[in-house]
């Protein structure tokens, strides 16, 4: 146990260095007919490194989380727990818009969650294009479900955000988190950048619960279905930042060939991004391996991107259970 734990934070030391560079040369390299929107790079596992660097605490924090997770995979093998209860969690969403465009609408919020519910409880429509050899590992319904708590809205100047969590604290300009341990607080906002990329949004994982700033952004354009940006309008950024707000990294590991710590999701070298042709064969350590590019944890276009793993579930049911990091999202 203590081996695996110094193992875990020696890897996440090692990719942090690693994703920087990788994530660099992709931002740089990117001559592409929509540039800011075909790809780019998730600023989420970045700035977890970045505090987690400075933060001994939160260093804690994060070993605590993932002792935890390993526990209730124990635990959940054993049978000493049952996942047959749905953990509905609750979700208020702060929007702060300049434009009335931005000022998402109450249908396509709700339209929103519904992506949410569909894709949580594999009930989303594009379900069975899950290719056969992937069928065995889809996680199925993850028994998470989510149901809008309240909306708050704010007229801003502020045209532009970037990830400094500003959007997050009124004093900054935004609007400050509803009671974050006991919900799930989503910001949407008109447009984000970082490094001079336009993002479509990012997380904080479940070793921020309960801090201020702990929730998920997303930007306008890409949140919901109605009225958003092509190829990012089915709602599935919410879906994969939710992911990561549950504990699920990036499908490749955030490095070349890296971990995600999910045994059931084949190690491919790198995100993917676009719609790519089913199989795609890449090779890490000598192997070769059709890798899972639906998955919602890679950086596929909306309509590519459908699936979630059983390891996925195990690790987002540990941290909602009553053991967990986010034991306190319950709608009572
Ligand atoms: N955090 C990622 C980003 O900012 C989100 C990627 C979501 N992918 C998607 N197809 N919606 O790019
Ligand atoms: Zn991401
Ligand atoms: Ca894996």
Known sequence: MKKLLIGILALGFLSSCNSDNITNQQE??????????????????EIRQEALKNNPELRQKFAALETNTEKFANDLKLGKVLADGTVEIPVVVNVLYNTTAENVSDARIAEQIAVLNADFTATNSDINNIPTEFQAVSAGDTKVKFRLANTIRKKTNTKSWKTNDAMKKASTGGLDATNPTNYLNMWVVGKMTSQGQTILGYATFPESAGLWNDGVVIAAPFFG????????NLGRTATHEVGHYLNLRHIWGDANCG???????????????????????????????SVMFMNYMDYVDD??????????????????ASSGARSGLRVY
């Open 259 to 289: 971990n995600d710590l999910v045994a059931d999701t084949p190690t491919q070298t790198t995100a993917n991004y676009g719609k790519p042709t089913y199989p795609l064969l890449n090779t890490c350590s000598g192997v070769q391996r």
């Open 28 to 45: 740089l390299e990117t001559p592409s007919a929509t540039p800011d929107v075909a790809k780019r790079g998730c600023a989420s596992e």
């Open 225 to 232: 279905k109605t009225g958003a940006s092509s190829p990012f």
């Open 303 to 320: 309509a590519a991107m459908f699936m979630f793993s059983g390891g996925q579930k195990t690790r987002m049911q540990s941290v909602v």
